[in-house]
C-alpha cells in the first residue's frame, strides 16, 4: 500500500516507521570481534617474520589457522544477521558498489582465498618462500578488511556518534590489539618466541590500548560539543545510564589494564605478566565493542 508519493524525485514511500529498539546487537558485536582478531593476527605474523624470521617460523601455520577460524566466525555471523539470509548471494551478482556491505563482500571473499592460499603454501607445500610472498598481499588486503565495518558504520542514518576517521583508527587499533594479545596467548603453547619479540608484541599492545582510551576518552569529552545527537547517547554512560557501568569495564579491561600490566612487564622485566594483559585486551575488547555498537541505538530518532 502507498503511504505517499514524492513528486519531486518520483519516488514511492511504502514503508516510514522507525524500527524500535537495538537492531545490530551482540551478532554484531561479534562480527567486529572476530574481525580484529582474524586480521590483526596476520598483521603481526608479517611483523615478526620480517624482524624475527627464524623464530617466528613457526607461527605461520597456527596463525593462518586461527585467521581462517576468526574470518569464518566473521562471516558466519554477518551472514545469519542479513534479514533476507538465503539472498547474500545477491551482493556478488547485484552488486551496488554504493554500499560499504557490498565492497566489504567482495573484499573478505579475497581475503579468505588468501588465507586458503598461505594454508595451501604452508600445509601442502610446505614452501616458506611462496607463504611469505602471499603474506604480503594478505596483508595489504587485511588493512581494507578490517576498515570497511568503519564505513558501514558511518554510513548509517542519524548515527553521529560512528564517524568515518574515528571509526577507522579504532578499528586498526582493535586489530593491533587483539592480534598482538592472541600471538603472546598462543606462546604460551607455542614458546617459540625470545623476550625481544615477546616485547615487541607487549609494546605494540600497550600502544595499541593507549591510543584507543585516548580516542575513545576524546569522543567523551569533546563529542557532546559536536551534536546534540552525541550528548544524548553519551548520556547513558556519563549520566548514570544502564551501560555506564558496562563502559567502563570495557574501557578498563580492554586498555587501562593491559598497559599498566604490560608497563609492570617492561620494568619487571617479567614476560609472564604480559599473558595477563593479553587475556584482559582480547575479553575487554567485545564489551567495549559491544557498548559502542549499542548506545547509539538507544536513542529514538523520532
Request: aromatic fraction near 14%; glycine fraction near 4%.
Amino acid at each position: 500500500m502507498v503511504h505517499e508519493s514524492l513528486a519531486a524525485t518520483n519516488a514511492v514511500v511504502t514503508l516510514d516507521v522507525a524500527l524500535p529498539g537495538i537492531v545490530w546487537g551482540w551478532i554484531i558485536t561479534m562480527n567486529m570481534w572476530a574481525k580484529s582478531i582474524g586480521t590483526g593476527v596476520i598483521f603481526m605474523l608479517f611483523y615478526l617474520l620480517k624482524k624475527y624470521p627464524n623464530e617466528a617460523g613457526a607461527y605461520r601455520l597456527p596463525v593462518t589457522v586461527i585467521s581462517i577460524v576468526f574470518i569464518h566466525m566473521f562471516l558466519f555471523f554477518t551472514v545469519i544477521d542479513l534479514h533476507q539470509i538465503f539472498r547474500f548471494w545477491h551482493i556478488f551478482f547485484h552488486p551496488h558498489f554504493t554500499s560499504a556491505i557490498a565492497i566489504g563482500s567482495f573484499l573478505a571473499t579475497g581475503f579468505v582465498g588468501l588465507l586458503f592460499l598461505l594454508a595451501f603454501a604452508i600445509f601442502i607445500k610446505k614452501d616458506d618462500e611462496l607463504f611469505d610472498k602471499v603474506l604480503l598481499w594478505t596483508t595489504v588486503l587485511a588493512i581494507p578488511v578490517t576498515l570497511y565495518t568503519a564505513a558501514l558504520m558511518a554510513q548509517s542514518t542519524a548515527r553521529e556518534l560512528w564517524q568515518m576517521p574515528t571509526e577507522s583508527a579504532q578499528m586498526i587499533l582493535a586489530a593491533t590489539l587483539s592480534g598482538s594479545a592472541v600471538i603472546l596467548l598462543m606462546d604460551t603453547f607455542l614458546n617459540k618466541l625470545s623476550d625481544a619479540a615477546k616485547r615487541d608484541m607487549g609494546i605494540i599492545l600497550a600502544f595499541s590500548a593507549l591510543s584507543a582510551f585516548i580516542l575513545y576518552m576524546a569522543e567523551l569529552v569533546f563529542g557532546p560539543m559536536k551534536a546534540e545527537e552525541v550528548a544524548a547517547v553519551l548520556a547513558y554512560v556519563t549520566n548514570g545510564g544502564e551501560y555506564q557501568a558496562m563502559f567502563w569495564i570495557g574501557q578498563v579491561t580492554a586498555f587501562i589494564v593491559p598497559f599498566v600490566l604490560v608497563t609492570l612487564s617492561i620494568v619487571n622485566n617479567n614476560q609472564n605478566i604480559l599473558k595477563l594483559a593479553a587475556l584482559s585486551a582480547v575479553a575487554g575488547l567485545w564489551v567495549v565493542k559491544h557498548v559502542w555498537l549499542v548506545i547509539p541505538q538507544l536513542l529514538s530518532m523520532s
